[in-house]
């Protein structure tokens, strides 16, 4: 990570801010992957409508599992959309509510979400959506956190800077 390497060499400390992750619930239905060539595989061989909402970037990972039909979500036109076949796109920004889930997935007959772990609660509607329907999430772990404290409250992080900030 550049940040670790920058702060190391500048002898500077470092901290960083996250959101906690997601930890699954009674009623998930989550296959945790560390790739998003483990997300494509975990589809399985069944033909299956998918739901991408793991961001625009890597789609070629399911272009070799064209046996299923993707619904990807997207902020912006992703790059390798192209190289999905049976495909549709949606380009909206989050947050999304429960309601608005609920209906998407029920009207595309999703049966499985694949997302990242990004923790928060601007797109965790789509967790909730998939339990209440009974959905398999594949879901993408975080990478390794890196070497530096890593908090998720906004005062532990202050509080950290106001201990780290160095005398008048």
């Not at 599992?65 to 912006?76: E, F, G, L, N, S």
């Amino acid at each position: 990570m550049n940040a670790v390497a920058a702060c190391r060499a500048a002898g500077a400390p470092l901290v960083v801010f996250t959101r906690p992750p997601w930890t699954r619930e009674p009623g998930d239905r989550w296959t945790e992957v560390q790739t998003i060539e483990e997300a494509a595989e975990a589809l399985g061989e069944t033909p299956r409508t998918a739901f991408l909402t793991q961001g625009r970037l890597k789609l070629a990972a399911f272009a070799r599992a064209p046996q299923h039909r993707y619904v990807v979500r997207a902020i912006d036109r992703p790059a390798e959309i192209e190289l999905l076949g049976k495909c549709k796109l949606i380009l909206a920004r989050g947050p999304f509510s429960l309601a608005d889930e609920l209906e998407l997935m029920k009207r595309e007959r999703i049966d499985a979400l694949v997302t990242k772990n990004s923790g928060g609660r601007a797109t965790y509607a789509k967790i909730e959506a998939a339990r209440a329907l009974k959905i398999e999430v594949v879901i993408l772990r975080r990478p390794p956190a890196p070497e530096a404290e890593t908090l998720d409250d906004l005062d532990a992080v202050m509080a950290w800077i106001a201990s780290h900030r160095p005398p008048p």
